[in-house]
């Protein structure tokens, strides 16, 4: 009996002690997707991206994602993209730290505003804000892969330390009562 209860506890914590891991997807430009007239720039500031997370952009037919260097990035230039999509709904799993630079390939969009930077930090690194930025350096190539628009979700919280203490402290009480 005392056995399976330390177990139990065991199989509690460890589960706790990954909760806080589980990445964040972020719906670029939230509701308005990705869109002209939208302003990426105040989207992405204050937000914590970590790698592990992932970008969600939702667009209508005539817009793209392109992941670009970031002098291509300052300048709107299209030639040299290092990934592209044109779904409608491409997902951007953010592998690496970094600065990581997106535009809209259609001419002029980008120069309109259709343009996000973003910067990752490593999943180790403690609280720190996070603004775009356009002193970093581009970053390898991230995989693209179109995803429905249905599956994609709005900017998802992370699990704070106190929702796992509360889990915690509900755990060790039921396993007192039994």
């Known amino acids: 009996m005392v056995f399976s209860k330390a177990l139990v506890l065991a199989l509690f914590l460890a589960m706790n002690m990954a909760l806080p891991t589980i990445a964040t997807v972020y719906t670029v430009g939230d509701t308005s997707g990705w869109a002209t007239g939208g302003d990426y720039s105040t989207w992405a500031s204050g937000k914590n991206f970590i790698v592990g997370d992932s970008l969600v952009f939702n667009y209508g037919s005539g817009h793209t994602v392109d992941e670009v260097k970031e ?31 997106f535009i809209c390939s259609v001419p002029g969009h980008c120069s309109g505003g259709m343009k996000l930077a973003v910067t990752v930090k490593d999943g180790k690194s403690s609280s720190s804000t996070t603004t775009p930025s356009s002193s970093g350096k581009g970053s390898p190539p991230s995989s693209t892969t179109a995803t429905p628009k249905s599956n994609a979700s709005s900017s998802v919280s992370r699990v704070t330390p106190i929702v796992v203490l509360i889990v915690s402290l509900i755990s060790c009480c039921v396993l007192n009562m039994v």
């Open 71 to 101: 002098s291509d990035y300052k300048s709107c230039s299209t030639g040299n993209s290092i990934s592209t999509d044109s779904s409608g709904a491409t997902t951007i799993p953010l592998k690496t730290s970094g600065t990581h630079y």
